[in-house]
Structure formats: C-alpha cells, structure tokens
C-alpha cells in the first residue's frame, strides 16, 4: 500500500481484525476521531463551533420552554410539540462540547459509557426532533386543510409525544449495544476510538439494512409528510385568499375604499405565511440531508475499499444538523406572532389595568391588561387576519 492510501487510512480509518463478532479483517470509520491532521488548528475551531452551537441552542430553546409552560394563554396542542421540541433539541446539541473534546484528543478519552451514551442520545433527540416537526405539520393540516379541530386534544398530543420517545428509544438499541470503544494500534503506540462493531449475520448485511431503513424512516418520510402537508396548507390558503378577494370585490361596497396601505398590509402578511411555510420544508431538507448522505457514503466508502472519506465531513454534518436546533426556536417559537408578543412583553412589560389616581395629576389611569387566550387553535403560526379600515 502506498503512502497516499497509509496517510488515507490512519485519517478516519482503521483496518483490523475484528476477534468479537468473527468477521475477520475488517474496516473502522472513527466518527468523532481524526489522525494525521493537515492542520493544528482545525480541531480547536471545531470544538469552539460545536461549543457554540450547544450553548446558543440551549439558551434560546430553554427561553422558548419556559415561555410556553409558564403562560396559560399558549398552552395550545401545537405549543405542546414545540415544548417538546425544544427538549429534543437542547439534549440533541447538548453533546457538542464532548465531541469537540474528543476533536481536540483526538483519541476517545471518556470510556466506554460515553461512547454508547453520546451515539444514542444523538440518534435518539435527533429522531425525535424529525418526528416532532412532522407531527406539527400534521396537526396543522388536520386543523386548517381537514377543518378538524377535535381531532387533536391536549391528551393525544401527549400521547403522540410519549410514543415518539418510547419508539425512538427503542429503535436505536442496536446503537447502544453495538458502539463501541475499539483500540487500534498507531504508530508506536495505540489510539482508542468510539466506532461502530456490527454482529456478523450470515447472509445479511445488517449495516447496510439498518442505514437503509433509518435513511428512509428518519429523513425521507418525514421529508415527504412535511412537503405534502405544507404544500395542502398552503394551497387551502391561497385558495381561501383568492375567494375572499374575488367575493369582496362583487358583494362588499365598501372594498374600494379600502386604503392601499391596508392592502399592502394584507399583501405582506399573506407573503409571510407563505415564506413561512416553504422555509420549514427548505430548512429541514438542507439541515438533515447531509447527515444522512454522510452516513450512507460511508457504508459505501468502506464497501469500495476507498477510503476517502474525512471524519471531518461527518462533523460538518453533524454541526449543519445541530444548526437546526437553533433555527428551531426561531421558525417555530420568534416566528409565532401570539408567543412573540410574550416574549416582547417579558422584555418590555405592557402597563397593566389600574383604577387608582394618578397622584402627580389626578386624573385616572388606564391600563391595558394582557389578553387570555389570545392563540386561534388553526391560526398558521399565529397570524391573523389584518382589520379593515372603517368608512
């Protein structure tokens, strides 16, 4: 072997013989690990992206949370997904300072627990995440497009909630139990690196199968219910919104007295929804495909004996996934017209209604006390219709 395919194999490779499953000499991605580094500072600008990707999603998604649960008034089905949405991603990001570390090392030095623990939570919050947005997009479509309001109750968004954590548990399993901390030899010494030891069936490519189905039950079909539940709302949107045009126009007098700047008004907020809409669909697909690109090349990387391909790119990845939870708390939470109001009046108080004196001038003071219930359950994000001008 060359020196070229040497320098390519102790990068993000290892080749050994595997003595626990029987399937002889066989080949190691390193995942978190990466040897033979061109440069002394790529680590540390890692662990610093990754740092900064778990602190920025744990503030602003624990804002989000605390938000929903303390205020009654957004304690709507939708908001009960997004609370756990956020969940899933603060413990999703909350592993970057421990890859980061282990960018730095080099080596895994956090023992075998860690190892299976970081792995499993990644897929596991990840997943969950993923399914989380479907089962938005889905009780917005049942809402708006089925005009169902009945269907999802608090109790079935719970429900739904508890049996995405349990199946996504339960599924990853085989993630736990089969990553592992190996020890390869390097030089004149040994490196121990957190990878991936599959049981060796006979006749049954298991990594393969296994990538396969979470490439398709993971990415692909949520991919596909969140594009047809976004397009179907927006269609029932648009169309509702030329109806009201064009039935304003023959049957209300008062509709070419409407200001242009109301019109303008009306034009925006119709543009935002839809922007809105195809932005949860684009985010999504170009957050969440190259992790799972990732992982398929390298299950054909090792099949073709290349061994090209960087671990770097696989925490490229990761980091690009991460950067998804911190969209998250912005498309879903700042981007809800009803949640961002709380927000704002947490920053800046709204007065409140008062019938005492004023002292200075005598005169009463009146004061706008905070609206209950202010979240219209089929509302798109919040938004609602602007109100017209009187005669």
Known sequence: MNQKSNNRLNNSYFMAEDKVNGWGNTTFFTYYSEFNRGSDENPYIEAAVLNILCMFSTVANLII????TCNRSLRTVTNFFICNLTVSDMLFT????????????QSW??????????????LVCSTVSIWTMVMISVERFICIVRAARAVFTHRIAVIVIIVIWVVTLLFFLPAALYFRVMTFPFGNTTVDVCTIDWPKVRSIQLPLIFTVFVILIVFLAPF??????YIRIFWRFWNARNILKRTRVQYDPTWPKVSLHVRQMRDA???KV???LFSLVIIFTIMWM???????????????NDMKLGSYIFIISICISMGNACINPILYGVMNEHLKTVLLSCIKPQPETDARQNVNNGQPTTIERPQRNLVKPCSIHGIQPIPEEPD
């Open 94 to 105: 909350i592993s970057g300072p421990f890859i980061g570390a282990c960018r730095i090392t």
């Open 65 to 68: 949370f605390m938000t929903l």
């Open 290 to 304: 190259p992790i799972f690109t990732v992982f398929l090349y390298i299950l054909i990387d090792i099949a073709l």
């Open 224 to 229: 596909l219910l969140l594009t047809h539940n």
């Open 274 to 276: 839809v922007k809105i």
């Open 109 to 122: 030095t956090m023992g075998e627990f860690a190892c299976k623990s970081i792995v499993y939570m990644q």
């Open 269 to 271: 907020r119709d543009l």
